[in-house]
């Protein structure tokens, strides 16, 4: 590892083998941009991008059609095949105020464009409370490359999650307000598509909704910072990994082309305007559907010349809420029922993995 003393470093905590807490230092990558230097320990290996093969289709789902019911059925056929191919999809007309989604992009550039002093002196960084706050992606152990992002993370649902925590930025004053007021509208349109994604596979209507509340759901807020990179072919911004959630809802700003899916075990850039939102399927969607839906296997990929920032809302059942397969009476189970919370362990303990490691603990043998 390079000598930090001269730089402005995060902290990251990991349990080493011999259940040992272990913090290390990782510089913050918004530096390490301005001076151009790449640490060894940010050095991957990264498998190879493939173009998009010609044929292949990245359809958007249109969220009025959805609402329409003469248009409905056709677009649910498409969110099926969509899913089924590609476990991401961008949707359009969702009702979404423009202006609420501008602010958004607003606020975050504002906050990361603050000094380091004053981001750290206003967040605080609480790695055992979902890694919440300013900071990194959490470490696995000291000898694993790192990748080239710096973070934020808030929860804004349940009520009062954060209280007594300081991960909410002061500066810009509206940040909360901003992103409270895009959660709330994310949150509707989350739910709208929780039910068409059931009934898309022919099951209950409300089968996934079952399990959110509107009072006790859980919404994680993560801000990703991806700064230009001296090396894009040496580096990655997110490694590959599916996400806790059921859904994630995602914004970014910037710049496009960081995000890739992998598909037919090769990695392609996800065709994705800077305008536009993308739904992710996370983990918990696939368990609730017994792998009718499949999460996506995504990975962010650095760019040398903009930054790039990404907003994700991790839609989830309450901490303690069991989840379990859909029963049809017909479809052998093939996931158990588990705990939202202990999945989570189970997945910060294995991850980063190169494959969806962490779904292993969900599915019967
Ligand atoms: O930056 C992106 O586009 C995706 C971010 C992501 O995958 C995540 O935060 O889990
Ligand atoms: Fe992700």
């Known amino acids: 590892m390079e000598n930090t003393s001269n730089m402005n470093c995060h902290e990251s905590k990991f349990t080493d083998q011999n259940g ?9 990558v918004q530096d390490l941009a301005r001076f151009n230097n790449l640490p060894r320990n940010f050095i991957h290996n990264p498998a190879q991008t493939h ?12 969220m009025a059609k959805l609402r329409d019911n003469t248009g409905r059925v056709s677009e649910l056929e498409k969110l099926a095949r969509v899913c089924r191919e590609w476990g991401m999809f961008i949707i359009e007309n969702h009702g979404l105020d423009p202006r609420v989604v501008e602010d958004v992009k607003r606020v975050v550039k504002g906050f990361f ?5 004053e981001k750290k002196s206003s967040v605080g960084t609480y790695m055992n409370a979902d890694n919440m706050g300013y900071g990194r992606l959490l470490a696995r152990s000291a000898d694993q490359p790192v990748d080239w992002i710096d973070r934020l993370t808030m929860k804004a649902a349940p009520k009062g999650a ?3 925590l300081n991960v909410w930025p002061n500066n810009p004053s509206n940040f909360r307000s901003v992103i409270e007021r895009y959660v709330k509208a994310a949150r509707e349109v989350m ?12 099951v209950d209507r409300r089968e996934f909704l079952q399990y959110f509340d509107p009072e006790t759901s859980d ?4 801000v990703n910072c991806y700064p230009p990179c001296p090396r894009p072919d040496l580096t990655m911004g997110i490694s590959p990994h599916s996400d806790i959630s059921t859904l994630s809802f995602l914004m970014q700003c910037g710049s496009s082309n960081g995000l890739q899916v992998c598909k037919n075990n090769q990695w392609l850039t ?7 939102l993308v739904v992710n399927l996370g983990d918990f969607i696939e368990i609730m559907s017994n792998g009718r839906l499949k999460s996506s296997l995504h990975r962010v990929v650095t760019q040398s010349d903009k930054d790039r920032y990404s907003v994700a809302l991790f839609y989830n059942p309450p901490a303690q809420a069991e989840i379990g397969p859909v029963k049809d009476g017909e479809s052998i189970e093939e996931y158990k029922t588990v705990v939202v919370d202990e999945y989570r362990k189970h997945f910060h303990k294995v991850s980063p993995s190169a494959t969806k490691e962490a779904m292993m603990f969900a599915k019967k043998n």
Request: aromatic share 6%; hydrophobic share 40%.
């Open 113 to 117: 464009e603050l000094p380091f002093e």
């Open 191 to 202: 739910d709208e598509l929780l039910q068409a994604l059931a009934e898309a596979i022919s």
């Open 20 to 28: 040992n807490e272990q913090t290390i230092k990782i510089p913050v």
């Open 270 to 276: 996800v065709p994705w305007p800077c305008n536009k």
């Open 162 to 164: 954060t209280d007594g």
């Open 51 to 62: 173009p998009i093969p010609p044929n292949t289709s990245f359809h958007a789902i249109d």
């Open 219 to 222: 919404i994680n807020v993560r």
